[in-house]
């Protein structure tokens, strides 16, 4: 009657252990896609970081003027 006990839970874990795995070309493709999300995401900030130098020389510029002009 122990073995059953100890049977029945050994037997579990390995029917639950031994399941099928997922094949390595769908983790991979799962991975490069998000790789080139945040290649892109970087990309993109990357532009928004220059324009807002940009932005903000002018802006220095215009206030270097504007006390001159005091």
Not at 18 to 24: W, Y
Not at 42 to 52: A, F, G, K, Y
Request: aromatic content about 2%; hydrophobic content about 35%; proline content about 3%.
């Amino acid at each position: 009657m122990k073995r059953s006990f100890y049977l029945v839970p050994v037997l579990g874990l390995l029917l639950a252990c031994s399941g099928s795995k997922q094949p390595s070309e769908t983790s991979s493709e799962v991975v490069q896609e998000q790789i080139e999300a945040i290649e892109t995401s970087v990309q993109q900030l990357d532009e928004t970081i220059q324009s807002l130098d940009k932005e903000m020389e002018q802006t220095q510029s215009e206030i270097d003027s504007l006390l001159n002009n005091l």
